[in-house]
């Protein structure tokens, strides 16, 4: 049974539920999916890039002050020279590297199947902010179901009900930090 709300609310139609059966994204469905992979990958590179930037501030840093340290306290020079000269960027060239290396990830999906009843609990999540240097809390709602969890809106609890057996067609990716994401959903029977 198909049911509007939940295409709605999942953003997918007929034909897109039908590619997901057969465990086939939709073309309308990979554009999104690419769509948001190039933005990622934009943000990626010039993240890595700031980030090898400031490992490079270390090395400025070491060449331009040690020099004129060194007469005064040779201790302080070595330690000021290990310190931005070495450490500074080893750590911050190893973040860019990896944050680099991310940007040229090739992304590959595959359309899974959870099946089962399904449970939309409500949860608070806390973040934290470097700029008030305080957790913030955020309310979110999950829809679990085989296992599985997805963050999805408040309101799916109106469509979808507690218990009740679905099949939700998810894209499962081949990056670790890229969560996996609900392409559509169908109901299949009541609870008991």
């Not at 709605?8 to 139609?13: G, P, T, V």
């Not at 469905?29 to 700031?50: D, Y």
């Not at 490079?56 to 330690?79: E, F, K, N, Q």
Request: include cysteine.
């Amino acid at each position: 049974m198909n049911d509007p709300q939940l295409m709605k609310l999942f953003d997918f139609n007929e034909s897109e539920l039908n590619e997901n059966r057969n465990g086939r994204l939709s073309d309308r469905q990979a554009k999104r999916l690419q769509k948001v992979e190039r933005s990622q990958k934009g943000c990626s590179s010039i993240l890595g890039g700031l980030l090898i930037i400031v490992a490079l501030v270390g090395v400025v840093i070491a060449v331009s002050v040690v020099p004129a340290v060194i007469s005064d306290d040779r201790g302080a020079a070595i330690g000021i020279g290990i310190a931005f000269g070495v450490i500074w960027p080893l750590i911050w060239g190893a973040f860019g590297f990896f944050t680099i290396r991310r940007a040229f990830a090739r992304m590959e999906v595959k359309v899974k199947t959870a099946e089962g009843p399904i449970n939309i609990v409500k949860v608070v999540r806390q973040e934290y902010n470097p700029s008030t240097k305080l957790h913030n809390e955020r309310e979110a709602y999950e829809l679990r179901i085989d296992g599985l969890t997805f963050e999805v809106q408040a309101d799916l609890a109106d469509v979808m009900m507690q218990g009740d057996v679905y099949a939700v067609y998810h894209a499962e990716f081949n990056i670790s930090d890229k969560e996996g994401e609900i392409l559509s959903a169908e109901f299949l029977k009541k609870d008991k």
